[in-house]
Every structure is written in C-alpha cells, then in structure tokens.
C-alpha cells in the first residue's frame, strides 16, 4: 500500500458515477478541496483537508465496501501527496487534442433518448452551434457537434465534459474532433444543419454522412424527457414540452429540479420499499427507496430527475395508501446516500421508464379506479384474475383483451384506495406465467 497521503485513489468509478456521487460519498469524512475525475480510466483523485481525515475515510472502506450506484468502488492512498493544478485540470486531459470548433461527444449510460433537439439544448448555451450529427458506434451514443467558434466549443468543454445531462445518467465525455468541416445531408432528429433550413428530412432514415464515425441507424425514436444535471432552467422547459407535446398535465410546472421526495402518513404495517417502488414507478425511473426507521410512517424515494418527481408529487399528494392518506412532498436532501437500509432500484428492469418513455409519461395520471393489466398470459381467465385481486377490494368488473398481440386486461374496482392497492401489492407478480405489469387506467368503464 502507497504511504498515507491526504489524496485518495478511486478505482472502478463508471461513467454512470458523477463528482456529486464520489462527494457524498467522502462527506463524512471532512471536506473534499480537490477532485479529478479520470474518465478514460475510471478512475478518480480526491483530495481531503488533511491526512487524518484520509486515514480515516480509508480505514473505513477497507472494512466496508463502497457502493455507488449499485458499482462497487475501491479508495486507496494515492502515491501523490498534493494534487497540483496542472493535475486539477486531469479532466481536460481526457480530451486531448488540439483545440478545434468541433466536438466529439459520447454519452454513457444512456436511459433517455438522445436527439439533435437535446443536444442542442445542452450545447447551445456556450454558442452557435452551427450543425450536428448523431450515430452509433461499439462505444455507445456519440455526435459530433461544430460550433461557429473554436472558443464556443472551448467553453463548451469546459463547461460540460464529465456533466450528465440527465441526474444520474446520459453523461457526456467531450473531446476535440480532428475533422475541419461536418457535412450533413439531413435535417432531421439525428442530424441538423442549423445554417440550411432547407435539406430534406429523409423521412425514409437517412443518415449522418461523416466517414468512418458510423451512422445514425436504430436511434430511439421518442424525444428526451426528464431533467438534469446540466442546470435545469437551461433544459427543463423544452425537455418537458417534448415529453407533453400537447401542453404540460395542468398543475406540473416542468421546472422543479428536486429528485427526492418525502412520503409520509405511510401505514408501517403494511407497506415496503418494493410496493413504494410499484406506486412511484408510475411516474418515472426510481433510483434508491429509503425507509426512516425513526419515523416508521415516512420514507424517502429518489426519482431519476426534478421532472419526474414533480409528476410523483403532483398525482399522489393526498392519495389513500393501506386506510391512510399519504402526503407526498420534496425533500431537503438532493439525493439518498447508499446505506445497508437503502433499497437501490437504479438497475432494475422493472424500471417502467428505461424502454418507451414517452407512452409511460402520455399515461402518467392520479389513481383511478381502474387498474391496467399488461403481458398477462395467453390463457388467463377473469376468474384467475379476479382470484389474485379480490383480497384487495371488490371486482366491480373485468374485461379481457387484446392489443398488439398482447392479452391485457382491465379491472374496476368500488374505489381508488382499492385499485392502489391491488397495484402496489400485485405489480411485478405473476399468473402461472411471465410477470404481470399493473398501472392506473384513465378509463372508467370495461
């Protein structure tokens, strides 16, 4: 092992991993006054106000193993004594290269879908941004972005390399380019030539045109939703008009940049992290559930972002849960640290917002009497389906169908509390065949 040395060492950092995560991380350890992020290594240097606050973070860590989301980090002693400056701007160094007014950019850990519309929201706040091309490679999301300027896409560096545009995922890892000019033949939602309105869209899937940077085939085709790190007032309103083409849900502002909210008048009897999971999930992509031991009736859930959180509180505020009437608001706390009492969701595929964002957003609403029934199997009957429900409240009626190839089904119940339950308890179960998926139907009438 290196000698002690006020500067930690970080291994296995993932590009899902932000500074803020390594932060929180280290808190209770003493103030951090330096930290390097060594993206191509996965690495970082984090250095503390002194040696003993050091010793004691790595004593502890060497006992108890570090998690961030859901990735297990390794800190030991770096073999630096000081981190300098030149090593303070370490991330630069990251995207070597001569300065140029075009940018490679790749995106890790991609949960939402990029677009040209997003990526011009992110980067147009450093300056013009003259046009942009999207494809895809073995290395994930990447686009190269050429600005008016070579000091726009400077300071767009700067600004933005290592940042997620997204809390928690679609982390950008920005670099010079070599190319002089992008060449682009369409204007559509993988390429865009801002100076010439006039190319054609290629409706027919055209693609980006860069030689040896791949193309832009199989790219989501719904638009970006949610909020970010990249500072909410410059990304909040456009991503949520692209989520709600037809006008924000009355009541959501699209603004919030909270992720964390409070649940509280829980019935502890009754209620666990995986059926808070079932009900939040709804509403976005859960990242870690808290229960609070101390007050056995409230808990925390962290959403993906400020967008989906405020759709969380807005429809569940006031929502009757096990005989109680929950209230739902923000927390203080910015996110939820990992503990050996934090449930962590953020890779489940349960997740209902990793796939098809922008239909789970159309249907996102307060509960209803009805409940959803999707990818139940081929044979079900109503009376197997009334069977795994009754328990929750009388089965009004039941319908059986199906759409797009798929049985389904819906049940009303006598009221809200009902169906909130059956879903909470029931989502995420199964019939005698693959897991069953439950939502809150708008409809009130089988």
Known sequence: MSETSKVIHVRNVGHEITENDLLQLVQPFGSVTKLVMLRTKNQALLQLQDVA?????????????????????????????????????????????????????????????????????????????????????????????????????????????????????????VQYSNLTELQVNFNNDRSRDFTNPNLPSDQKGGRGSQSGYGDAAGMYPFPATGSGAVPYGQMGHAVAMAAFPGGLPPGISGTNDRCTVIVS?????????????????????????????????????????????????????????FGKQIEVNFSKYSNITPSPDTRDYHNSNLNRFNHNAAKHYKYCCSPTKMIHLSSVPEDVTKEEIIELLEEHGEVVSTKLFEANGKKQALVLFENEEQATEALVCKHATSIGGPIIRISFSQSQST
């Open 265 to 321: 008048n829980l019935n502890p009897d009754n209620i666990d992290e995986d059926k808070l999971f079932n009900l939040f999930s709804l509403y976005g992509n859960i990242v870690r559930i808290k229960l609070l031991r101390g007050k056995p009736d409230h808990a925390l859930v962290e959403m993906s972002d400020g967008f989906q959180a405020e759709l969380a509180v807005h429809f569940l505020k006031g929502a009757m849960l």
């Open 53 to 173: 606050a050091a010793i004691d973070l790595v004593d502890y860590y060497t006992t108890n193993q570090a998690n961030v989301r859901g990735r297990n980090v390794y800190m030991q002693f770096s073999s630096h004594q000081e981190l300098t400056t030149d090593q303070t701007q370490g991330r630069k160094s990251d995207s070597d290269g001569q300065p140029n007014r075009i940018l490679l950019v790749s995106i890790h850990h991609v949960i939402y879908p990029m677009t040209v519309e997003v990526l011009n929201q992110v980067f147009s706040p450093h300056g013009f941004v003259e046009k942009i091309v999207t494809f895809q490679k073995s290395a994930g999301f990447q686009a190269l972005i050429q600005y008016q300027s070579r000091q726009s896409a400077t300071s767009a560096m700067s600004a933005l390399h290592g940042r997620n545009i997204y809390d928690g995922c679609c982390q950008l890892d």
